[in-house]
């Protein structure tokens, strides 16, 4: 079975790849993407991705230099929502990911808290896009922390 779970190495490209390609200047990097993504999952819909990709990279979606890389840009895409809903349908601690400049950061340890701030508004961000979450007091509550934070 291929792991879902993405190496630092492929968390880089795929970040770079992010930072790099996107020509529309409302497009999500990779801690943003993150940030979304971990809304979206753990919201009270489902939501599929071919509902969600133009709201992160623009109407005309990500932009690609050959067919192999499409493949394998998607693919990491793939699996880093496929993990994201392992871990956060089960037990299993998600971390925000603190991505910039070809470099990954550790929250834990005090880094990039501008990052932080990212994936807060983000996740905030997609608890908007699915209107619902508003709609749930406790919900509301439970995000106040993390508008602190954005």
Known sequence: MLSTTLNATELKQLGDFLSSRNDHPESMGLTELHGFLCALISGPQLIMPSQWHPYAFG????????????????????????????QLTGEIPCQPILYEKGKLFDYQK????????????????????????VQEEMAVAYLFPLAILS
């Open 59 to 86: 109407e005309k979606g990500l932009k690609f230099d050959s067919e192999e890389e499409a493949q394998e840009i998607l693919m990491l895409l793939s699996r880093l929502h496929n993990h994201l809903v392992y």
């Open 110 to 133: 005090g880094q990039a808290e501008h990052l932080l701030e990212q994936w807060c508004a983000a996740y905030l961000e997609g608890t908007r896009y699915d209107g619902t979450w």
